[in-house]
Nanobody, 115 residues
Framework: QVQLVESGGGLVQAGGSLRLSCAASRSIVSMNAMGWYRQATGRQREFVAR???????YYADSVKGRFTISRDNAKNTVYLQMNSLNVEDTAVYYC?????????WGKGTLVTVSS
């Protein structure tokens, strides 16, 4: 079992930045991959970014160049640095971990970008 707790969401103006954190209940070194997804009101959950066990990173086209995913193994925490936010980034952001073939999810943190 893996518990994931997100934090760092909030209200920000367009053009601003936020950093999301995802704290895991066990060592993230053992995870196959960790990532972030988001779900806007009335839309399906979508992939945002992922970092795998050898720290390769992957991004959705919509966030490339603006968002950066990183990890701190000592803190068992994954981060999502979000810059140049726009109103289309408004969503609940969910942390995801793939561990032994099972996907685990956090409860999400709300990011609201105002114009």
């Amino acid at each position: 079992q893996v518990q994931l707790v997100e934090s760092g969401g909030g209200l920000v103006q367009a053009g601003g930045s936020l950093r999301l954190s995802c704290a895991a209940s066990r060592s993230i070194v053992s995870m196959n991959a960790m990532g972030w997804y988001r779900q806007a009101t009335g839309r399906q959950r979508e992939f945002v970014a992922r970092i795998d066990s050898i720290e390769r990173t992957y991004y959705a086209d919509s966030v490339k160049g603006r968002f950066t995913i990183s990890r701190d193994n000592a803190k068992n925490t994954v981060y999502l640095q979000m810059n140049s936010l726009n109103v289309e980034d408004t969503a609940v952001y969910y942390c995801n971990a793939l561990y032994l073939g099972v996907n685990y999810w956090g409860k999400g943190t709300l990011v609201t970008v105002s114009s």
